[in-house]
Protein backbone atom coordinates (compact mmCIF):
# COMPACT_ATOMS: atom_id res chain seq x y z
CA UNK A 1 0.00 0.00 0.00
CA UNK A 2 1.49 3.37 -1.12
CA UNK A 3 1.54 5.63 1.83
CA UNK A 4 1.19 10.12 0.66
CA UNK A 5 2.47 12.75 3.08
CA UNK A 6 -0.28 14.93 4.36
CA UNK A 7 -0.06 18.56 2.62
CA UNK A 8 -1.29 20.24 5.49
CA UNK A 9 2.26 20.93 7.40
CA UNK A 10 3.25 22.54 3.97
CA UNK A 11 0.24 24.62 3.49
CA UNK A 12 0.13 25.87 7.27
CA UNK A 13 4.63 26.46 6.64
CA UNK A 14 3.48 28.71 3.69
CA UNK A 15 0.77 30.58 5.54
CA UNK A 16 3.72 31.19 8.21
CA UNK A 17 5.89 32.45 5.40
CA UNK A 18 2.99 34.54 3.94
CA UNK A 19 2.02 36.11 7.15
CA UNK A 20 5.91 37.00 8.40
CA UNK A 21 6.38 38.87 5.18
CA UNK A 22 3.28 40.81 5.50
CA UNK A 23 4.24 41.78 8.98
CA UNK A 24 7.35 42.72 7.72
CA UNK A 25 6.20 44.80 5.16
CA UNK A 26 4.37 46.97 6.91
CA UNK A 27 5.24 49.41 8.91
CA UNK A 28 4.09 50.53 12.38
CA UNK A 29 4.47 54.48 12.91
CA UNK A 30 4.53 55.94 15.89
CA UNK A 31 3.36 60.12 16.21
CA UNK A 32 6.52 60.94 16.82
CA UNK A 33 8.24 59.13 13.73
CA UNK A 34 5.96 60.86 11.71
CA UNK A 35 7.05 63.65 12.83
CA UNK A 36 10.49 62.92 12.60
CA UNK A 37 9.99 61.78 8.59
CA UNK A 38 7.99 65.03 7.85
CA UNK A 39 11.06 67.18 9.25
CA UNK A 40 13.44 64.81 7.48
CA UNK A 41 11.84 64.84 3.81
CA UNK A 42 10.19 68.34 3.75
CA UNK A 43 11.83 69.66 0.97
CA UNK A 44 10.92 73.40 2.13
CA UNK A 45 12.95 72.71 5.14
CA UNK A 46 15.79 71.32 3.16
CA UNK A 47 15.64 74.96 1.27
CA UNK A 48 15.45 76.38 4.81
CA UNK A 49 19.12 75.15 5.83
CA UNK A 50 20.13 75.75 2.61
CA UNK A 51 19.19 79.65 3.00
CA UNK A 52 20.48 79.50 6.38
CA UNK A 53 23.81 78.41 5.39
CA UNK A 54 24.07 81.24 2.78
CA UNK A 55 23.30 83.78 5.55
CA UNK A 56 25.47 82.62 7.83
CA UNK A 57 28.38 82.79 5.17
CA UNK A 58 27.30 85.93 4.39
CA UNK A 59 27.49 86.86 7.50
CA UNK A 60 30.89 85.75 7.94
CA UNK A 61 31.56 87.70 4.89
CA UNK A 62 30.55 90.91 6.26
CA UNK A 63 32.85 91.08 9.11
CA UNK A 64 36.15 90.34 6.69
CA UNK A 65 34.98 94.11 5.77
CA UNK A 66 36.31 95.58 9.06
CA UNK A 67 39.46 94.33 8.19
CA UNK A 68 42.70 95.22 5.48
CA UNK A 69 42.25 94.15 1.40
CA UNK A 70 44.74 93.30 -0.34
CA UNK A 71 44.03 93.22 -3.88
CA UNK A 72 47.25 92.46 -7.17
CA UNK A 73 46.77 94.36 -10.68
CA UNK A 74 48.70 93.66 -13.34
CA UNK A 75 48.43 94.76 -17.18
CA UNK A 76 50.02 95.15 -20.93
CA UNK A 77 49.59 97.65 -22.94
CA UNK A 78 50.99 98.06 -27.14
CA UNK A 79 51.55 101.83 -28.42
CA UNK A 80 51.46 102.36 -31.95
CA UNK A 81 53.86 105.91 -30.92
CA UNK A 82 56.83 106.13 -28.68
CA UNK A 83 56.77 108.67 -26.15
CA UNK A 84 59.13 111.56 -26.66
CA UNK A 85 60.15 113.90 -24.08
CA UNK A 86 61.83 116.49 -27.14
CA UNK A 87 59.98 118.30 -29.67
CA UNK A 88 60.57 117.28 -32.78
CA UNK A 89 62.61 121.04 -33.42
CA UNK A 90 64.92 120.36 -30.37
CA UNK A 91 65.42 116.68 -31.94
CA UNK A 92 66.52 118.40 -34.57
CA UNK A 93 68.58 121.20 -33.04
CA UNK A 94 70.68 118.91 -30.90
CA UNK A 95 71.34 116.24 -33.80
CA UNK A 96 73.06 119.29 -35.67
CA UNK A 97 74.55 121.13 -32.69
CA UNK A 98 78.20 120.77 -34.25
CA UNK A 99 76.83 122.19 -37.37
CA UNK A 100 74.89 124.96 -35.65
CA UNK A 101 77.96 125.72 -33.55
CA UNK A 102 80.03 125.72 -36.91
CA UNK A 103 77.90 128.12 -38.63
CA UNK A 104 78.03 130.35 -35.74
CA UNK A 105 81.53 130.45 -35.81
CA UNK A 106 81.85 131.43 -39.71
CA UNK A 107 79.22 134.08 -38.59
CA UNK A 108 80.91 135.94 -35.74
CA UNK A 109 84.03 135.68 -38.41
CA UNK A 110 82.71 137.59 -41.16
CA UNK A 111 81.99 140.22 -38.27
CA UNK A 112 85.57 140.09 -37.38
CA UNK A 113 86.85 140.62 -41.27
CA UNK A 114 84.33 143.32 -41.61
CA UNK A 115 85.43 145.36 -38.44
CA UNK A 116 88.93 144.57 -38.99
CA UNK A 117 89.89 143.33 -43.39
CA UNK A 118 93.25 143.24 -42.20
CA UNK A 119 92.60 139.44 -40.71
CA UNK A 120 90.80 138.52 -43.77
CA UNK A 121 93.49 136.70 -45.43
CA UNK A 122 94.19 134.80 -41.87
CA UNK A 123 90.75 133.70 -41.33
CA UNK A 124 89.93 132.21 -44.82
CA UNK A 125 93.17 129.75 -44.66
CA UNK A 126 91.16 128.75 -41.78
CA UNK A 127 88.50 127.36 -43.33
CA UNK A 128 84.82 126.56 -42.89
CA UNK A 129 85.19 125.30 -39.23
CA UNK A 130 83.04 121.96 -38.59
CA UNK A 131 82.15 119.89 -34.97
CA UNK A 132 81.15 116.25 -35.79
CA UNK A 133 81.89 115.40 -31.92
CA UNK A 134 79.11 117.96 -31.10
CA UNK A 135 76.96 116.43 -33.39
CA UNK A 136 77.32 112.82 -32.51
CA UNK A 137 77.05 114.45 -28.82
CA UNK A 138 74.00 116.08 -29.76
CA UNK A 139 72.34 112.46 -31.21
CA UNK A 140 73.66 111.19 -28.15
CA UNK A 141 71.52 113.61 -26.05
CA UNK A 142 68.27 112.64 -28.08
CA UNK A 143 68.62 109.17 -28.17
CA UNK A 144 68.53 109.37 -24.22
CA UNK A 145 65.43 111.36 -24.43
CA UNK A 146 63.86 109.16 -26.89
CA UNK A 147 61.98 106.41 -24.87
CA UNK A 148 60.25 102.82 -25.99
CA UNK A 149 56.96 102.86 -25.08
CA UNK A 150 55.49 100.40 -27.69
CA UNK A 151 55.17 97.90 -25.46
CA UNK A 152 53.79 98.72 -21.61
CA UNK A 153 54.22 96.15 -19.04
CA UNK A 154 52.94 96.85 -15.23
CA UNK A 155 51.59 95.70 -12.12
CA UNK A 156 50.99 96.29 -8.41
CA UNK A 157 49.83 95.29 -5.04
CA UNK A 158 47.05 97.64 -2.96
CA UNK A 159 46.52 97.39 0.39
CA UNK A 160 43.71 99.04 1.83
CA UNK A 161 42.23 99.82 5.71
CA UNK A 162 39.04 101.67 5.97
CA UNK A 163 39.24 103.81 9.09
CA UNK A 164 35.66 105.42 8.73
CA UNK A 165 32.64 104.54 6.22
CA UNK A 166 29.93 106.69 8.02
CA UNK A 167 28.73 103.40 10.28
CA UNK A 168 27.91 101.04 7.09
CA UNK A 169 30.29 98.84 8.11
CA UNK A 170 28.48 98.02 11.19
CA UNK A 171 25.30 98.29 9.93
CA UNK A 172 25.65 95.82 7.29
CA UNK A 173 27.70 93.32 9.60
CA UNK A 174 24.38 93.49 12.26
CA UNK A 175 21.87 93.38 8.67
CA UNK A 176 23.42 90.03 7.92
CA UNK A 177 23.42 88.86 11.55
CA UNK A 178 19.61 89.48 11.87
CA UNK A 179 18.93 88.27 8.30
CA UNK A 180 20.65 84.98 9.36
CA UNK A 181 18.49 84.77 13.05
CA UNK A 182 15.37 85.39 10.79
CA UNK A 183 15.95 82.89 8.27
CA UNK A 184 16.35 80.53 11.58
CA UNK A 185 13.39 81.89 12.83
CA UNK A 186 11.34 81.16 9.53
CA UNK A 187 12.71 77.32 9.61
CA UNK A 188 11.12 77.37 12.79
CA UNK A 189 7.86 78.67 12.12
CA UNK A 190 7.75 76.05 8.90
CA UNK A 191 8.82 73.06 11.18
CA UNK A 192 5.84 74.04 13.35
CA UNK A 193 3.69 73.87 10.81
CA UNK A 194 5.04 71.02 9.54
CA UNK A 195 4.14 69.03 12.93
CA UNK A 196 0.83 70.55 13.24
CA UNK A 197 0.12 69.15 9.12
CA UNK A 198 1.72 65.90 10.47
CA UNK A 199 -0.26 65.61 13.72
CA UNK A 200 -3.93 66.62 12.02
CA UNK A 201 -2.98 63.59 9.03
CA UNK A 202 -1.74 61.46 11.43
CA UNK A 203 -5.21 61.45 14.10
CA UNK A 204 -7.60 62.10 10.45
CA UNK A 205 -5.99 58.26 9.90
CA UNK A 206 -6.42 57.27 13.53
CA UNK A 207 -10.24 58.37 13.66
CA UNK A 208 -11.08 56.32 10.18
CA UNK A 209 -9.28 53.57 11.41
CA UNK A 210 -11.56 53.54 14.17
CA UNK A 211 -14.85 54.53 12.47
CA UNK A 212 -13.66 51.62 9.85
CA UNK A 213 -14.23 49.28 12.96
CA UNK A 214 -17.16 50.67 13.85
CA UNK A 215 -18.89 50.52 10.53
CA UNK A 216 -17.68 46.97 10.37
CA UNK A 217 -19.18 46.57 13.62
CA UNK A 218 -22.59 47.81 12.35
CA UNK A 219 -22.93 46.20 9.52
CA UNK A 220 -22.31 42.91 11.30
CA UNK A 221 -24.96 44.02 14.02
CA UNK A 222 -27.52 44.71 11.20
CA UNK A 223 -26.34 41.43 9.17
CA UNK A 224 -27.56 39.44 12.31
CA UNK A 225 -30.96 41.29 12.47
CA UNK A 226 -31.10 40.58 8.98
CA UNK A 227 -30.72 36.91 9.50
CA UNK A 228 -33.06 36.67 12.67
CA UNK A 229 -35.79 39.07 10.75
CA UNK A 230 -35.75 36.76 7.54
CA UNK A 231 -36.55 33.86 10.08
CA UNK A 232 -39.35 35.58 11.79
CA UNK A 233 -40.50 36.22 8.56
CA UNK A 234 -40.61 32.92 7.59
CA UNK A 235 -42.13 32.00 11.00
CA UNK A 236 -44.77 34.86 10.53
CA UNK A 237 -43.75 36.83 13.65
CA UNK A 238 -43.26 40.08 11.24
CA UNK A 239 -44.00 41.24 8.37
CA UNK A 240 -42.39 42.06 4.78
CA UNK A 241 -41.84 45.85 5.02
CA UNK A 242 -39.96 45.17 8.60
CA UNK A 243 -37.51 42.71 6.46
CA UNK A 244 -37.26 45.29 3.35
CA UNK A 245 -36.65 48.53 6.15
CA UNK A 246 -33.53 46.24 7.74
CA UNK A 247 -32.33 45.35 4.12
CA UNK A 248 -32.07 49.26 3.55
CA UNK A 249 -30.42 49.87 6.59
CA UNK A 250 -28.12 47.11 5.56
CA UNK A 251 -26.88 48.47 2.19
CA UNK A 252 -26.77 52.01 3.95
CA UNK A 253 -24.29 50.45 6.21
CA UNK A 254 -22.27 48.84 3.11
CA UNK A 255 -22.13 52.30 1.31
CA UNK A 256 -20.64 53.76 4.51
CA UNK A 257 -18.36 51.32 4.98
CA UNK A 258 -17.53 51.09 1.56
CA UNK A 259 -16.88 55.36 2.37
CA UNK A 260 -14.28 55.16 5.26
CA UNK A 261 -12.69 52.52 3.46
CA UNK A 262 -11.86 55.20 0.58
CA UNK A 263 -11.32 57.81 3.04
CA UNK A 264 -8.97 55.64 4.98
CA UNK A 265 -7.12 54.79 1.97
CA UNK A 266 -6.67 58.57 1.06
CA UNK A 267 -5.31 59.69 4.32
CA UNK A 268 -2.75 56.86 4.47
CA UNK A 269 -1.60 58.17 0.78
CA UNK A 270 -1.60 61.77 2.45
CA UNK A 271 0.28 61.12 5.47
CA UNK A 272 2.67 59.32 3.69
CA UNK A 273 2.83 62.64 1.12
CA UNK A 274 3.78 64.28 4.34
CA UNK A 275 6.27 62.22 5.93
CA UNK A 276 8.13 61.85 2.04
CA UNK A 277 7.26 58.28 2.01
CA UNK A 278 5.75 56.37 -1.62
CA UNK A 279 1.88 56.91 -1.24
CA UNK A 280 1.75 52.90 -1.79
CA UNK A 281 3.76 52.39 1.55
CA UNK A 282 1.88 49.59 3.57
CA UNK A 283 2.36 51.89 6.70
CA UNK A 284 0.29 51.07 10.55
CA UNK A 285 -0.16 53.85 12.95
CA UNK A 286 0.52 53.04 16.52
CA UNK A 287 -2.74 54.51 17.40
CA UNK A 288 -4.85 52.79 15.04
CA UNK A 289 -5.47 49.70 16.64
CA UNK A 290 -6.35 51.12 20.81
CA UNK A 291 -9.56 50.33 21.54
CA UNK A 292 -9.92 53.66 22.65
CA UNK A 293 -8.73 57.24 21.58
CA UNK A 294 -6.28 58.07 24.76
CA UNK A 295 -6.93 61.64 25.23
CA UNK A 296 -5.98 64.14 28.54
CA UNK A 297 -6.44 67.93 29.44
CA UNK A 298 -3.42 69.91 28.19
CA UNK A 299 -1.03 70.63 30.62
CA UNK A 300 -0.02 73.87 29.37
CA UNK A 301 -1.86 77.37 29.54
CA UNK A 302 -2.44 79.36 26.54
CA UNK A 303 -1.84 82.33 27.19
CA UNK A 304 -0.38 85.55 25.11
CA UNK A 305 3.12 86.02 27.15
CA UNK A 306 4.45 82.50 26.08
CA UNK A 307 3.39 83.24 22.80
CA UNK A 308 5.25 86.28 22.60
CA UNK A 309 8.21 84.86 23.97
CA UNK A 310 7.98 81.21 21.73
CA UNK A 311 6.17 82.58 18.19
CA UNK A 312 9.25 82.05 15.82
CA UNK A 313 6.70 83.69 13.03
CA UNK A 314 6.70 86.93 15.33
CA UNK A 315 10.08 86.93 16.27
CA UNK A 316 10.96 87.27 12.43
CA UNK A 317 8.98 90.39 12.04
CA UNK A 318 10.76 91.53 14.99
CA UNK A 319 14.32 91.08 13.37
CA UNK A 320 12.96 92.44 10.17
CA UNK A 321 12.07 96.08 12.02
CA UNK A 322 15.61 95.47 13.48
CA UNK A 323 17.19 95.04 9.61
CA UNK A 324 15.12 98.39 8.40
CA UNK A 325 16.46 100.36 11.40
CA UNK A 326 19.87 99.01 10.06
CA UNK A 327 19.10 99.73 6.66
CA UNK A 328 18.55 103.37 7.78
CA UNK A 329 22.06 103.61 8.87
CA UNK A 330 23.33 102.36 5.65
CA UNK A 331 21.18 105.18 2.97
CA UNK A 332 22.89 107.86 5.75
CA UNK A 333 26.00 106.68 5.91
CA UNK A 334 26.11 106.89 1.81
CA UNK A 335 26.38 111.20 2.90
CA UNK A 336 28.83 111.14 5.65
CA UNK A 337 32.81 111.34 5.06
CA UNK A 338 34.36 108.33 4.54
CA UNK A 339 38.05 107.49 5.34
CA UNK A 340 40.31 105.19 4.26
CA UNK A 341 44.15 104.61 4.24
CA UNK A 342 45.89 102.45 1.72
CA UNK A 343 49.36 101.35 0.68
CA UNK A 344 50.90 100.03 -2.64
CA UNK A 345 53.51 99.04 -4.25
CA UNK A 346 53.48 99.11 -8.33
CA UNK A 347 56.30 97.82 -11.15
CA UNK A 348 56.45 99.26 -14.97
CA UNK A 349 58.74 98.18 -17.56
CA UNK A 350 60.02 100.92 -18.86
CA UNK A 351 60.96 101.53 -15.77
CA UNK A 352 59.85 105.26 -15.42
CA UNK A 353 62.06 106.08 -12.19
CA UNK A 354 65.42 105.48 -14.10
CA UNK A 355 65.37 107.02 -17.68
CA UNK A 356 62.26 104.55 -19.18
CA UNK A 357 65.12 101.80 -19.82
CA UNK A 358 63.57 98.47 -20.81
CA UNK A 359 63.45 97.11 -16.85
CA UNK A 360 60.98 96.54 -14.46
CA UNK A 361 61.56 99.19 -11.70
CA UNK A 362 58.98 99.63 -8.89
CA UNK A 363 57.98 102.56 -6.11
CA UNK A 364 56.19 101.94 -2.81
CA UNK A 365 53.40 104.81 -1.63
CA UNK A 366 50.85 104.83 1.23
CA UNK A 367 48.23 107.74 1.99
CA UNK A 368 44.89 108.38 3.76
CA UNK A 369 41.65 109.15 1.09
CA UNK A 370 39.24 111.49 2.19
CA UNK A 371 35.63 111.28 0.42
CA UNK A 372 32.85 114.20 1.67
CA UNK A 373 29.46 114.47 -0.14
CA UNK A 374 28.87 118.30 -0.47
CA UNK A 375 25.90 118.92 -2.25
CA UNK A 376 23.26 116.42 -4.08
CA UNK A 377 20.08 118.46 -3.81
CA UNK A 378 18.43 116.55 -1.28
CA UNK A 379 18.92 113.31 -2.23
CA UNK A 380 20.32 112.13 0.83
CA UNK A 381 17.35 113.75 3.05
CA UNK A 382 14.91 111.88 0.98
CA UNK A 383 16.47 108.86 0.94
CA UNK A 384 16.72 108.57 4.67
CA UNK A 385 12.85 109.74 4.81
CA UNK A 386 12.21 106.46 2.43
CA UNK A 387 14.36 104.06 4.53
CA UNK A 388 12.71 105.44 7.83
CA UNK A 389 9.12 105.08 6.28
CA UNK A 390 9.87 101.72 5.61
CA UNK A 391 11.27 100.91 9.34
CA UNK A 392 7.97 102.77 10.55
CA UNK A 393 6.15 100.54 8.34
CA UNK A 394 8.15 97.44 9.83
CA UNK A 395 7.29 98.06 13.39
CA UNK A 396 3.19 98.45 12.21
CA UNK A 397 3.30 95.21 11.22
CA UNK A 398 5.04 93.60 14.17
CA UNK A 399 2.42 95.26 16.15
CA UNK A 400 -0.21 93.83 13.93
CA UNK A 401 0.66 90.37 14.35
CA UNK A 402 0.69 91.00 17.76
CA UNK A 403 -2.71 91.70 17.78
CA UNK A 404 -3.62 88.67 15.61
CA UNK A 405 -1.41 86.46 17.65
CA UNK A 406 -3.17 87.19 20.60
CA UNK A 407 -6.65 86.75 18.94
CA UNK A 408 -5.24 83.41 17.60
CA UNK A 409 -3.75 82.15 21.00
CA UNK A 410 -7.55 82.85 22.54
CA UNK A 411 -9.42 81.06 19.69
CA UNK A 412 -7.04 78.35 20.38
CA UNK A 413 -7.76 78.02 24.22
CA UNK A 414 -11.61 78.31 23.66
CA UNK A 415 -11.54 75.84 20.68
CA UNK A 416 -9.37 73.52 23.06
CA UNK A 417 -11.83 74.25 25.88
CA UNK A 418 -14.87 73.23 23.86
CA UNK A 419 -13.24 70.21 22.49
CA UNK A 420 -12.86 68.84 25.94
CA UNK A 421 -16.39 69.92 26.72
CA UNK A 422 -18.19 67.74 23.77
CA UNK A 423 -15.54 64.61 24.55
CA UNK A 424 -17.48 64.88 27.98
CA UNK A 425 -20.96 65.33 26.45
CA UNK A 426 -20.34 62.22 23.75
CA UNK A 427 -19.21 60.31 26.09
CA UNK A 428 -22.00 60.63 28.36
CA UNK A 429 -24.56 60.36 25.35
CA UNK A 430 -22.55 57.63 24.22
CA UNK A 431 -23.36 55.50 27.92
CA UNK A 432 -27.13 56.88 27.42
CA UNK A 433 -26.98 54.73 23.50
CA UNK A 434 -25.55 51.89 24.90
CA UNK A 435 -27.93 51.51 27.48
CA UNK A 436 -30.56 52.28 24.83
CA UNK A 437 -29.24 49.53 22.29
CA UNK A 438 -29.21 47.50 25.17
CA UNK A 439 -32.98 47.82 26.37
CA UNK A 440 -34.22 48.11 22.56
CA UNK A 441 -31.98 44.68 21.70
CA UNK A 442 -33.30 42.99 24.91
CA UNK A 443 -36.85 43.87 23.96
CA UNK A 444 -36.56 43.07 20.10
CA UNK A 445 -35.81 39.67 20.72
CA UNK A 446 -38.67 39.83 23.58
CA UNK A 447 -41.13 40.84 21.19
CA UNK A 448 -41.88 43.79 22.71
CA UNK A 449 -39.85 46.20 20.60
CA UNK A 450 -40.24 46.62 17.08
CA UNK A 451 -38.03 46.46 14.45
CA UNK A 452 -38.07 50.49 13.13
CA UNK A 453 -37.06 50.76 17.15
CA UNK A 454 -34.32 48.95 16.88
CA UNK A 455 -32.92 50.25 14.20
CA UNK A 456 -33.57 53.86 15.75
CA UNK A 457 -31.48 52.53 18.38
CA UNK A 458 -28.89 51.15 16.88
CA UNK A 459 -28.37 54.28 14.75
CA UNK A 460 -28.27 56.40 17.19
CA UNK A 461 -25.51 54.33 18.96
CA UNK A 462 -23.69 54.30 15.96
CA UNK A 463 -23.54 58.20 15.97
CA UNK A 464 -22.93 58.05 19.53
CA UNK A 465 -20.24 56.14 18.70
CA UNK A 466 -18.73 57.84 15.73
CA UNK A 467 -19.30 61.58 17.76
CA UNK A 468 -17.04 60.46 20.40
CA UNK A 469 -14.48 59.19 18.04
CA UNK A 470 -14.80 63.00 16.61
CA UNK A 471 -14.43 64.62 20.21
CA UNK A 472 -11.47 62.35 20.90
CA UNK A 473 -9.54 63.03 17.35
CA UNK A 474 -10.89 67.03 18.11
CA UNK A 475 -9.04 67.11 21.11
CA UNK A 476 -5.72 66.16 20.03
CA UNK A 477 -5.98 68.24 16.59
CA UNK A 478 -7.58 71.32 19.31
CA UNK A 479 -4.56 71.02 21.63
CA UNK A 480 -1.84 70.61 18.89
CA UNK A 481 -3.28 73.94 17.26
CA UNK A 482 -3.12 75.59 20.59
CA UNK A 483 0.53 74.66 20.93
CA UNK A 484 0.94 75.91 18.02
CA UNK A 485 -1.04 79.30 18.89
CA UNK A 486 1.60 79.34 21.41
CA UNK A 487 4.94 78.16 19.67
CA UNK A 488 5.45 75.43 22.07
CA UNK A 489 4.54 72.44 19.20
CA UNK A 490 7.28 69.86 19.10
CA UNK A 491 8.66 70.94 22.38
Avoid at 220 to 233: N, T
Wanted: a positive charge; aromatic letters at 6%; one cysteine or more.
Amino acid sequence: MLHTRSPLPLILLAVTLFAAQTAAAQRTLSLDSCRNLALSNNHKLLAAEDHISAATYEHRAAKTNYLPKLSATAGYIYNARRTQLLSKDQRNTLNHLGDLAGSRLSQKAQELVQQFPDLAQLIGSLGTPSFPTLNALGKTITRAYSTDTHNLFGGGLVLTQPLYMGGRLKAYDKITDYTRLLLGSTRTELQQQTILETDQAYWQVVSLKHKQALAQSYLKMLQKIDSDIQKMYQQGVVNKASTLNVRVKLNEAQLALTKVDNGLSLSRMLLCEICGLPITDNIRLADEDDADIKTKPSSLAADTTTAFLNRPDLEALKLATDIADQNVKIVRSAYMPNIAAFGSYYLTNPNVYDGFRNKFGGNMSIGVALHVPIWNWGESKYRIRAAKAEADASRHNYQQAKDLINLQVNQARNQAEEAQKRLVIAQNNLAKANENLHYADVGFHEGVISTSDLLEAQTAWVEAQSQKIDAQVDVKITQATMLKAIGRIGN
